[in-house]
């Protein structure tokens, strides 16, 4: 018997997934715990460092109101943008 032709598997696109304002801020607030990585919340959280660098401009333009978790500075908020941009680009960087 001959092998006719070939099957191409296609694979549907992932979902959209909805963060609601409180997750994006207890997201956001993850990055300013002391010795937290700030690469490795979005990957904890399985999104991508752009999703979290916009929700860190919407809390510091007070758009996303950020929960005080144990740890957090809060005003190393305006660090964290700078970070999260640059995570992707292989060193391992502290918002600190």
């Known amino acids: 018997m001959e092998a006719v032709g070939f099957v191409?598997?296609?694979?549907?696109?992932?979902?959209?997934?909805?963060?609601?304002?409180?997750?994006?801020?207890?997201?956001?607030?993850?990055?300013?715990v002391a010795g937290v990585s700030v690469n490795e919340v979005p990957r904890r959280a399985s999104l991508k460092a752009n999703h979290l660098s916009a929700w860190c401009m919407l809390a510091r333009q007070g758009k996303l109101v950020v929960p005080e978790i144990t740890g957090a500075e809060l005003g190393a908020l305006f660090g964290v943008a700078k970070a999260v941009r640059n995570a992707g680009y292989g060193a391992d960087r502290s918002n600190h």
């Open 8 to 32: 191409e598997l296609l694979a549907a696109p992932a979902a959209k997934r909805y963060q609601s304002d409180e997750a994006k801020a207890r997201i956001v607030a993850e990055t300013l």
